[in-house]
């Protein structure tokens, strides 16, 4: 991965400062915007170099691909790094980050690792902050993903497949097809998988049900959905291009309402109704693993004691004198957890993911022995938990329609047997006569007691007995 320094529109004495921070092997570059190259740019594995991306006198910064840097590095000295990242922080209405955002672990001009190797981590604080930020199905709107990011998600259930069915507002005429999942709605084209659109339900503000403008169905009622994310208004309307079926409303809506609902799942929460009569109310396939009395919260100068409990889907911490003044972790939004020196000794410290603020909270247990095995068992649940998650969203069709295959009927064909010796069909001369000219005479039959019409040749009273019977 390429370690971007994204700089913001600059002046001209910024630039002057800029390339004199950098290596002097670079030539200056000719316009702005464009990539300073060294001169005869020697490709081994051996030779170090620095590259500052410089962006002047433009409204966007523009992104360097990875095709421009097939094998570079780029990295900052530490006074570069420094004045830039104070113009980025100070300039305003550009899509710019800190230095250290961009380039996590800056590595040292001419210590760059060798052969593409990655920069060691270590610490167990970095599996748990892949599981509380790198979640974004939920949480983001993005267009046009790729085949990767459309699978499922640890944790991530497909809930109902609608098809066929209309982005009327991007799309409008072009079938595809809308995946429901417990985070997200996903629609694709069916003709072009490559045109998608993700949509998180953590970023839906209203659903509601309006007529539109359909090229498939014409005037028709349709799914509108207004979201919001990182300050942008997005509107989606979906039209089922089957007539008269509303399985579309209800499954988005339903499913929506349900994540709606679980969100103590997923967030951390403060100050919630969460204990009743000193017993902690489990969520739907919550389990209780440990339970500690007499756990003081540090969060301040004189400490409060409370009782702490362990789940296998999240922390909660409350007081005993007053039951709302509690805490609620989940292990989705763990960054960390660590054993640290504190004022009142050595405490449990967790630390949230920054989509909840960065809250770093800390619990004092006596005696060492219980601190440290409470520490270790919920990095153990962490660590289960990241295999497969539990996101809270429970919801199941009542009546999913079947597939048309499941609903097509094979013809059986029935078992024709032929018989050597031929036999009159008494059915055939019963019910279908059409030569018959005129009525036949009338015999008196011995069998009935009474007269009947003569019987054709061939044919007999028990025979037609054996039809009808």
């Given at each position: 991965?390429?370690?971007?320094?994204?700089?913001?529109?600059?002046?001209?004495?910024?630039?002057?400062?800029?390339?004199?921070?950098?290596?002097?092997?670079?030539?200056p570059?000719?316009?702005?915007?464009?990539?300073?190259?060294?001169?005869?740019m020697?490709?081994?594995p051996?030779?170090?170099?620095?590259?500052?991306?410089?962006?002047?006198?433009?409204?966007?910064?523009?992104?360097?691909?990875?095709?421009?840097?097939?094998?570079?590095?780029?990295?900052?000295?530490?006074?570069?790094?420094?004045?830039?990242?104070?113009?980025?922080?100070?300039?305003?209405?550009?899509?710019?980050?800190?230095?250290?955002?961009?380039?996590?672990?800056?590595?040292?001009?001419?210590?760059?690792?060798?052969?593409?190797?990655?920069?060691?981590?270590?610490?167990?604080?970095v599996?748990?902050?892949?599981?509380?930020?790198?979640?974004w199905e939920?949480?983001d709107?993005r267009?046009?993903?790729?085949?990767?990011?459309?699978?499922?998600?640890?944790?991530?259930?497909?809930?109902?497949?609608?098809?066929?069915?209309?982005?009327?507002?991007?799309?409008?005429?072009?079938?595809?097809?809308?995946?429901?999942?417990?985070?997200r709605?996903?629609?694709?084209?069916?003709?072009?998988p490559?045109?998608?659109l993700?949509?998180?339900?953590?970023c839906?503000v209203?659903?509601?049900?309006?007529?539109?403008?359909?090229?498939?169905?014409?005037q028709?009622?349709?799914?509108?959905?207004?979201?919001?994310?990182?300050?942008?208004?997005?509107?989606?309307?979906?039209?089922?291009?089957?007539?008269?079926?509303?399985?579309l409303?209800?499954?988005?809506?339903?499913?929506?309402?349900?994540?709606?609902?679980?969100?103590?799942?997923?967030?951390?929460?403060?100050?919630?109704?969460?204990?009743?009569?000193?017993?902690?109310?489990?969520?739907?396939?919550?389990?209780?693993?440990?339970?500690?009395?007499?756990?003081?919260?540090?969060?301040?100068?004189q400490?409060?004691?409370?009782?702490f409990?362990?789940?296998?889907?999240?922390?909660?911490?409350?007081?005993?004198?007053?039951d709302?003044?509690?805490?609620s972790?989940?292990?989705?939004?763990?960054?960390?957890?660590?054993?640290?020196?504190?004022?009142?000794?050595?405490?449990?410290?967790?630390?949230?993911?920054?989509?909840?603020?960065?809250?770093v909270?800390g619990?004092?247990?006596?005696?060492?022995e219980?601190?440290?095995?409470?520490?270790?068992?919920?990095?153990?649940?962490?660590?289960?938990?990241?295999?497969?998650?539990?996101f809270g969203?429970?919801?199941?069709?009542?009546?999913?329609p079947q597939q048309?295959e499941?609903?097509?009927?094979?013809?059986?064909?029935?078992?024709?047997?032929?018989?050597?010796?031929?036999?009159?069909d008494?059915?055939?001369?019963?019910?279908?006569?059409?030569?018959?000219?005129?009525?036949?005479?009338?015999?008196?039959?011995?069998?009935?007691?009474?007269?009947?019409?003569?019987?054709?040749d061939g044919?007999?009273?028990q025979?037609?007995?054996?039809?009808?019977?």
């Amino acid at each position: 991965m390429e370690r971007l320094l994204l700089i913001p529109r600059l002046s001209s004495r910024e630039l002057q400062t800029a390339y004199q921070y950098c290596s002097p092997h670079f030539s200056p570059c000719k316009s702005p915007g464009r990539l300073a190259r060294p001169p005869g740019m020697l490709r081994g594995p051996g030779n170090q170099f620095a590259i500052c991306t410089l962006q002047a006198r433009l409204g966007i910064p523009n992104l360097i691909r990875q095709a421009s840097l097939t094998r570079a590095r780029i990295a900052c000295s530490r006074k570069a790094r420094t004045a830039l990242e104070a113009r980025s922080m100070r300039t305003t209405g550009f899509f710019a980050r800190r230095a250290e955002e961009v380039c996590p672990h800056p590595a040292p001009v001419g210590e760059l690792p060798r052969n593409g190797a990655r920069t060691p981590r270590r610490g167990p604080a970095v599996t748990m902050a892949a599981t509380a930020d790198s979640l974004w199905e939920d949480r983001d709107v993005r267009f046009d993903i790729t085949s990767q990011q459309m699978k499922m998600r640890p944790g991530e259930v497909l809930i109902d497949c609608l098809d066929p069915i209309e982005d009327t507002k991007g799309n409008n005429g072009e079938k595809g097809r809308l995946l429901v999942t417990n985070l997200r709605i996903i629609w694709h084209s069916i003709v072009l998988p490559r045109v998608n659109l993700s949509v998180g339900y953590n970023c839906f503000v209203s659903t509601t049900t309006r007529t539109a403008n359909s090229k498939l169905r014409g005037q028709t009622e349709a799914l509108y959905i207004l979201t919001k994310c990182n300050n942008t208004r997005f509107e989606f309307i979906f039209t089922n291009v089957v007539p008269g079926s509303p399985r579309l409303f209800a499954s988005v809506i339903a499913v929506h309402r349900a994540y709606e609902t679980s969100k103590m799942y997923r967030e951390l929460k403060l100050r919630c109704a969460l204990i009743q009569n000193k017993q902690l109310r489990l969520l739907p396939k919550e389990q209780v693993y440990d339970k500690i009395n007499g756990v003081w919260n540090l969060s301040s100068d004189q400490g409060n004691l409370g009782t702490f409990f362990v789940t296998n889907v999240r922390v909660v911490w409350h007081a005993n004198m007053n039951d709302s003044f509690n805490v609620s972790i989940p292990y989705l939004q763990i960054r960390s957890v660590k054993i640290r020196d504190s004022k009142f000794g050595l405490a449990l410290v967790i630390e949230s993911s920054q989509a909840t603020g960065g809250y770093v909270l800390g619990f004092k247990i006596d005696p060492v022995e219980k601190l440290e095995g409470t520490a270790k068992e919920i990095k153990s649940l962490h660590q289960v938990f990241s295999v497969n998650p539990i996101f809270g969203v429970d919801y199941e069709m009542e009546e999913k329609p079947q597939q048309l295959e499941d609903l097509t009927v094979e013809q059986i064909q029935d078992d024709v047997e032929i018989e050597a010796d031929e036999q009159t069909d008494a059915f055939v001369a019963y019910f279908a006569d059409g030569n018959k000219q005129q009525d036949r005479e009338p015999v008196f039959s011995e069998e009935l007691g009474l007269a009947i019409e003569k019987l054709k040749d061939g044919f007999t009273l028990q025979g037609l007995w054996e039809v009808m019977g």
